[in-house]
């Protein structure tokens, strides 16, 4: 049964597809808001957001604002007149004018266990924190980031082997199905928002391209962190002989390092020493080729030790 709500969805990344699907299922969605066509790969063709390819499959309007505060986007918004907008990894921040709109307010799809994680990029935060445990926290919205009461929170554990591509997988399906359990009791007034703790808050600003460079006068724990945070973006990389190298799989080894930055082959795998252990580098990717094991580039490459 479709509840006579009517819904404004707003998000852009495959992480904020299982939200609208599940809404589409259940409430009428009276149009979906996300960010415009972006350049992708070597040819820059542009390439749609994720959830504007879903929202067309299924039928619903969509409107792509380079900001929201743009008088047609703010015109368009009024026009479908939602009771409710829900947001999920929209890219955007929401002002009073937006927030007050719907009469039930906007709620927000966030992937942390909040106040952890406010801010642009708490899963990828997560995993560079070293943190055990992540998850999936629907929250009412204000002005601030990431500051709004709660609704609902879940917890998944941080495996060692997660990255932020496998960690966004397992929190989008979990992200979709709190916000059907929570908007039924929500609208209804059952269920009221509580305010964020003030204690245990924590920043993930937005990642910038730069942040990949691994700088080896850290612990090799806190790059093998890295590695796996900044995968699939923006990636992790160094420069040996004048080529950039991208870093996709990596292990921290607590075997004493022989200096920062010094590289040298440990167990058949290029490695490079850190300011505490070393990183074995178990995946790379020379600029312009294709991913190979580390071992398979040592076949190939000259002069990669400068340490025994």
């Given at each position: 049964m479709v509840s006579r709500q009517r819904i404004v969805f707003m998000g852009s990344p495959d992480f904020a597809v299982p939200a609208l699907e599940a809404l589409a299922d259940h409430y009428s969605l009276a149009g979906v808001v996300t960010q415009p066509d972006r350049p992708a790969g070597r040819g820059g063709i542009l390439k749609p957001p994720a959830v504007k390819a879903a929202a067309l499959h299924l039928g619903i309007p969509v409107i792509q604002?380079?900001?929201?505060?743009?008088?047609?986007?703010?015109?368009?918004?009024?026009?479908?007149?939602?009771?409710?907008?829900?947001?999920?990894?929209?890219g955007q921040?929401?002002?009073?004018?937006?927030?007050?709109?719907?009469?039930?307010?906007?709620?927000?799809?966030?992937?942390?266990?909040?106040?952890?994680?406010?801010?642009a990029a708490p899963i990828q935060a997560a995993i560079l924190a070293g943190d055990q445990e992540?998850?999936?926290?629907?929250?009412?919205?204000?002005?601030?980031?990431?500051?709004?009461?709660?609704?609902?929170?879940?917890?998944?554990?941080?495996?060692?082997?997660?990255?932020?591509?496998?960690?966004?997988?397992?929190?989008?399906?979990?992200?979709?199905?709190?916000?059907?359990?929570?908007?039924?009791?929500?609208?209804s007034g059952d269920l009221q928002?509580?305010?964020?703790?003030?204690?245990?808050?924590?920043?993930?600003?937005?990642?910038?391209?730069?942040?990949?460079?691994?700088?080896?006068?850290?612990?090799?724990?806190?790059?093998?962190?890295?590695?796996?945070?900044?995968?699939?973006?923006?990636?992790?990389?160094?420069?040996?002989?004048?080529?950039?190298v991208k870093v996709?799989?990596?292990?921290?080894?607590?075997e004493k390092s022989p200096?920062?930055?010094?590289?040298?082959?440990f167990e058949g795998y290029p490695a490079i020493g850190t300011s505490m252990g070393m990183l074995i580098l178990e995946e790379i990717q020379l600029a312009g080729k294709k991913s190979m094991p580390g071992k398979a580039f040592l076949a190939g490459a000259r002069g990669w030790k400068n340490h025994d």
């Open positions: 604002p380079e900001k929201l505060r743009n008088p047609e986007a703010l015109a368009q918004l009024r026009t479908w007149a939602p009771d409710l907008i829900v947001v999920a990894a929209f921040i929401l002002r009073p004018n937006v927030l007050d709109l719907p009469k039930f307010g906007c709620i927000n799809i966030h992937g942390s266990l909040l106040p952890r994680g406010r801010g992540t998850g999936i926290t629907i929250m009412k919205m204000d002005p601030g980031v990431d500051t709004g009461p709660v609704l609902i929170q879940r917890a998944i554990p941080i495996s060692p082997e997660d990255t932020a591509g496998s960690l966004f997988k397992k929190l989008a399906p979990i992200g979709a199905e709190l916000l059907l359990e929570t908007l039924p009791p929500y609208l928002p509580k305010p964020q703790p003030a204690e245990g808050v924590t920043y993930a600003p937005m990642l910038k391209k730069e942040d990949g460079l691994l700088d080896f006068t850290q612990p090799a724990t806190a790059l093998e962190r890295r590695v796996r945070a900044f995968n699939p973006w923006p990636g992790t990389w160094f420069e040996w002989n004048g080529t950039l996709l799989h990596a292990q921290a080894s607590a200096g920062a930055g010094l590289r040298f082959i």
